[in-house]
T-cell receptor, first 117, second 113 residues
């Protein structure tokens, strides 16, 4: 089973709203990732969590706030977003964030399609 | 830095045609190579992988061989179906940054009946 579950599938929010995206995996993976994907583009890495600690922040604006409550869950808290933040937000997980071969293979969820009005 | 170059589409084929999507890469050390597929309105699915030179990844009739001498990982399928219509991304993870997937720009494939 290589399932990563993301909720909600769709989200519409105003620029003053606060909302959260949720990601869950039960594969025992210790690395989890948030990506942002604009239409007709490849995903862009936002954050990496390794063993529940934030290890990489790709210079993401502070209106995006990640959280990893436990090894199976990853949240992305959204506040005061801009219309240009509208995109598909993808979560991924891997066995680990280091090492070669099977440990760094990333498995993706179906994504949350976010629209900011 | 690492980079992936794949043929830009769109690619349009008739059902049962042969498919090749070219992918070449530049990376430090010995990268792991991947093909991901994204069906309309969905997330990315891992299609196949290869972690060392001369490895052949295969899945659902798709194949790709890790060619170190030509730094390539071309995707092939002998007979495409309408259900193969999707965007295909070639990607790598290198020893330089074990966590970071470097993606190509993606190739849109449309298969007509």
């Amino acid at each position: 089973d290589t399932e990563v579950t993301q909720t909600p599938k769709h989200l519409v929010m105003g620029m003053t709203n606060k909302k959260s995206l949720k990601c869950e995996q039960h594969m025992g993976h210790r690395a989890m990732y948030w990506y942002k994907q604009k239409a007709k583009k490849p995903p862009e890495l936002m954050f990496v969590y390794s063993y529940e600690k934030l290890s990489i922040n790709e210079s993401v604006p502070s209106r995006f706030s990640p959280e990893c409550p436990n090894s199976s869950l990853l949240n992305l808290h959204l506040h005061a977003l801009q219309p240009e933040d509208s995109a598909l937000y993808l979560c991924a997980s891997s066995q680990d964030a280091v090492g070669r071969e099977a440990k760094n293979i990333q498995y993706f969820g179906a994504g949350t399609r976010l629209s900011v009005l | 830095g690492d980079s992936v170059t794949q043929m830009e589409g769109p690619v349009t084929l008739s059902e049962e045609a042969f498919l090749t999507i070219n992918c070449t890469y530049t990376a430090t050390g010995y990268p792991s190579l991947f093909w991901y597929v994204q069906y309309p309105g969905e997330g990315l699915q891992l299609l196949l992988k290869a972690t060392k030179a001369d490895d052949k990844g295969s899945n659902k009739g798709f194949e790709a061989t890790y060619r170190k001498e030509t730094t390539s990982f071309h995707l092939e399928k002998g007979s495409v179906q309408v259900s193969d219509s999707a965007v295909y991304f070639c990607a790598l993870i290198s020893g330089g940054s074990n966590y970071k997937l470097t993606f190509g720009k993606g190739t849109l494939l449309t298969v007509n009946p």
